[in-house]
C-alpha cells in the first residue's frame, strides 16, 4: 500500500524530532564532560594548595618554632624579641647563624612523610580514600593548634610532625586518585602545590606583619583543612572511582551505559583511566619500581640539591651592605623559590621535559656554585642571589611536574594508581637527606672566623 501524504508528513515530522533529540543529547555531553574537566582540575589544584599549605607554613615559621619562648601570662607562642642578639657559635664567626639551623624543623617536617611514603604504596589500598582524607584533615587541624599553642620545643615539634603526617599521607593519596581521572588534573595538582609554597609563605609573613602573633596566624590558617574537605566534595568522578568506599569497585549493572550511549561515553582517557581489575602482586610492584628508577633518582637529586641550599645555605648567603636586613633577606630567598617553584610547575601543559636528568645536572651545578659562593663570599650583589634562587625553584617545579607526567603517561593502566603513589618517594627521600646534611653543614660554616 502507499503512503498518503499526511501519513508522509507526519513520518517525515516524527524523524525530525527523533533528529532533533540527538542532537540535542550530543551537544549536552560536551557540555557535561567539560563541566566535569573544570570541575575536577580545579579540585585537584584546591587539594593540592591544601596538600602542601601546613608543610609550607611550618618550614616558613622555623625561626619562630626555634627560638619562640613561653610569653608571661598566658599560652602565647611569640618569636624572639628583636634585641636578642643572633646565636652565634662564637663572637669571632664571619657568618650571622643561629646556634640551630633550620634544617632541624626541616627533618621533623619530612622524615614521617618519607616513612609513610616508602611503606604506604604495599598497603594503603586498604584505607578508603575517604578516611585517608579524614586523617589528613585532623592532623592538619592538630599541626597548627599545637605549634599556636605552644608551651616548649616538644610540642612544637610534635605539631611539626602532625603537619608532616597530613602532607605525606595526603601526596600519596590524592596522587594515587589521579590514576581515575583525565591526565590533565596531575598538572592541576601540581599547580596548585605550588600555589601552596607562594600562598602559603606569604601569608604568614603577610599577617605577621600586619600585627597578628604567631599564634593567632597559625589559628587562622585552620581553615585550610576546612578548604580541603570541600575541595575532595567538589570533584566528579568516574563511576569507577572510588570516594569513600574500599578501594575501586567496577561499574554495575546500573552504572554501566547503554549500548546506545556507549560510543559517546568511550573515549581514550576512560579507557587508559578503567580501575585495576586484580591486585598486583608483590613481584610486579618490585618490576614498576624498578621501571621508575631513571625518574625517580633524577627527581631525588634535584630535591636534595634545592633544599640544601634553602635549609643550608639561605641563612648564610648575608650580604651585610644589602638594602635589607638579615631576616628580611631570609623572607625574600624563601618567597623567590616558592615563585620560581609556582611558575614551572604550572607551566606543563606548555612546556614537557622527559630528561629529568638534564634538571637533576643543572641543580647541583646550582648548589656547588652557591656553595663555593658561601665559603668565598664573591657574590657582588643581592640581586644576582635573587635571580639564582629563582632558577633554583624553576628548576625543582619543572622537575615535579614532568616527572609524575612521565609516569603517568608510561604506566600500565593496571599499574598506574600504584605507580603513582610510589613516584612521590623520590622528593621527600632527597629531601630527607638535604636536612640531614644540612645540619653539620650549617655548623661547620659557623664556627669558621
Known amino acids: 500500500m502507499g503512503t498518503t501524504g499526511r501519513e508522509w508528513q ?3 515530522t516524527d524523524s525530525d524530532e527523533d533528529d532533533e533529540d540527538e542532537s540535542s543529547f550530543v551537544e549536552s555531553e560536551p ?36 627560638s619562640h619562648q613561653k610569653a608571661s601570662g ?10 636578642v642578639p643572633p646565636g652565634n657559635f662564637s663572637n669571632t664567626s664571619r657568618y650571622d647563624c643561629n646556634i640551630i639551623s633550620t634544617g632541624a624543623v626541616l627533618l621533623a617536617d619530612i622524615l614521617p612523610t618519607l616513612l609513610i611514603k616508602f611503606s604506604a604504596p604495599f598497603y594503603i589500598h586498604l584505607l578508603p580514600y575517604g578516611l585517608r ?27 611539626v610532625v602532625l603537619a608532616s603526617v597530613s602532607s605525606g599521607l595526603g601526596e600519596i593519596t590524592f596522587l594515587a586518585l ?11 595538582w601540581s599547580s596548585g602545590t605550588g600555589a601552596a609554597g607562594l ?9 605577621t606583619q600586619a600585627g597578628l602573633s604567631p599564634q593567632h596566624t597559625l589559628l587562622t590558617m585552620n581553615v585550610i583543612p576546612i578548604i580541603m574537605l570541600a575541595s575532595y566534595l567538589l570533584l566528579a568522578p568516574p563511576p569507577h572511582a572510588p570516594r569513600w568506599g574500599w578501594g575501586a569497585q567496577p561499574p554495575g549493572p546500573m552504572q554501566s551505559p547503554s549500548s546506545t550511549h556507549q560510543p559517546l561515553l568511550r573515549s581514550t582517557a576512560a579507557h587508559q583511566n578503567k580501575p585495576p581489575s586484580r591486585n598486583i602482586s608483590l613481584q610486579e610492584k618490585g618490576q614498576v619500581v624498578k621501571g621508575l628508577l631513571k625518574y625517580l633518582l633524577p627527581l631525588a637529586v634535584v630535591y636534595f640539591a634545592e633544599y640544601f641550599i634553602n635549609q643550608g645555605l639561605f641563612e648564610l648567603l648575608y650580604f651585610k651592605e644589602g638594602p635589607l636586613t638579615h631576616p628580611e633577606q631570609y623572607r625574600w630567598y624563601q618567597m623567590l623559590y616558592q615563585a620560581g617553584v609556582f611558575l614551572s610547575r604550572s607551566s606543563a601543559s606548555c612546556i614537557r621535559i622527559r630528561r629529568i636528568w638534564v634538571l637533576a645536572v643543572l641543580q647541583c651545578l646550582n648548589m656547588v656554585f652557591l656553595l663555593v659562593a658561601v665559603y668565598f663570599m664573591f657574590l657582588p650583589s643581592i640581586y644576582l642571589t635573587f635571580v639564582l634562587i629563582v632558577y633554583e625553584g624553576l628548576l625543582g617545579g619543572a622537575s615535579y611536574v614532568n616527572t609524575f607526567h612521565c609516569v603517568s603517561a608510561e604506566s600500565q593502566p593496571e599499574h598506574r594508581e600504584f605507580a603513582m603513589g610510589v613516584a612521590c618517594v623520590a622528593d621527600t ?6 636536612g640531614a646534611v644540612a645540619i653539620p653543614v650549617h655548623n661547620y660554616f659557623c664556627r669558621l672566623s
Open 10 to 12: 507526519r513520518l517525515t
Open 199 to 207: 600562598l602559603g609563605a606569604l601569608s604568614y609573613l603577610g599577617l
Open 429 to 434: 627521600l632527597g629531601i630527607s637527606l638535604s
Open 31 to 66: 557540555t557535561a564532560d567539560t563541566c566535569k574537566t573544570w570541575r575536577n582540575n580545579a579540585g585537584f589544584w584546591l587539594l593540592g594548595l591544601c596538600n602542601n599549605f601546613a608543610y609550607v607554613v611550618m618550614l616558613s615559621a622555623a625561626h619562630d618554632i626555634l
Open 133 to 159: 582524607v579524614i586523617i589528613c584533615i585532623l592532623t592538619a587541624l592538630g599541626s597548627f593548634s599545637l605549634v599556636a599553642f605552644s608551651t616548649g620545643p616538644a610540642q612544637s615539634f610534635t605539631g
Open 74 to 83: 598566658g599560652n602565647t607562642t611569640v618569636p624572639t624579641p628583636p634585641s
Open 178 to 188: 589521579t590514576s581515575f581521572f583525565d591526565s590533565a588534573v596531575v598538572s592541576a
